[in-house]
T-cell receptor
Framework: GQQLNQSPQSMFIQEGEDVSMNCTSSSIFNTWLWYKQDPGEGPVLLIALYKAGELTSNGRLTAQFGITRKDSFLNISASIPSDVGIYFCAGQAALNQAGTALIFGKGTTLSVSS | NAGVTQTPKFRVLKTGQSMTLLCAQDMNHEYMYWYRQDPGMGLRLIHYSVGEGTTAKGEVPDGYNVSRLKKQNFLLGLESAAPSQTSVYFC??????????????FGPGTRLTVL
């Protein structure tokens, strides 16, 4: 089945540093979504991408839909302690493919020390 | 709007017991999903529904059953709980599958322990 490879698995950074994480797939996707999960909570949508090459920002977060439609990255600038959590990428294949709506990566756990 | 709500928040079962997890959404979404989350495994789809009265299997459906009798509710049942079903369960919903309508909104989760 389709899989997303998300990296890195975990990151330990200092407050103020920039962060970058990415997801790759062997399949083409027509949607990339980035979620954040705080401890003890459900995932919350951060950014949605719908066009190859699209670059979208949400405050200190920037995400891009890869031009090949097989990858996406998320950058966080000037990290702060509340950025701590698990970040998930999720992709959806073309509509004519059977199966589930979204495929999720295994997550990147971010730790920020002040 | 409450969004997606789940009950209960926590539950402890003994092996062989049964239980039902309830998910409710007030966003008039057509699609609803049940996931389980285990350490290092990410989110794995158990079952999903594309509309009232329909259900379909996801990636890890064994040991679970679901029902979608009303559009706003999606129930996940465990008929005979096993320790391997100890996990955190998340419900989600979305308008549909087309780009721009497939953003999934998640509930707060149910933490289930099977002894």
């Amino acid at each position: 089945g389709q899989q997303l490879n998300q990296s890195p698995q975990s990151m330990f950074i200092q407050e103020g540093e920039d962060v970058s994480m990415n997801c790759t797939s062997s399949s083409i996707f027509n949607t990339w979504l980035w979620y954040k999960q705080d401890p003890g909570e459900g995932p919350v949508l951060l950014i949605a991408l719908y066009k190859a090459g699209e670059l979208t920002s949400n405050g200190r977060l920037t995400a891009q839909f890869g031009i090949t439609r097989k990858d996406s990255f998320l950058n966080i600038s000037a990290s702060i302690p509340s950025d701590v959590g698990i970040y998930f990428c999720a992709g959806q294949a073309a509509l004519n493919q059977a199966g589930t709506a979204l495929i999720f990566g295994k997550g990147t756990t971010l730790s920020v020390s002040s | 709007n409450a969004g997606v709500t789940q009950t209960p928040k926590f539950r402890v079962l003994k092996t062989g017991q049964s239980m039902t997890l309830l998910c409710a959404q007030d966003m008039n979404h057509e699609y609803m999903y049940w996931y389980r989350q285990d350490p290092g495994m990410g989110l794995r789809l158990i079952h999903y529904s594309v509309g009232e009265g329909t259900t379909a299997k996801g990636e890890v459906p064994d040991g679970y059953n679901v029902s979608r009798l009303k559009k706003q509710n999606f129930l996940l049942g465990l008929e005979s709980a096993a320790p391997s079903q100890t996990s955190v369960y998340f419900c989600a919903s979305s308008y549909g599958r087309a780009a721009g309508y497939n953003e999934q909104f998640f509930g707060p989760g149910t933490r289930l322990t099977v002894l």
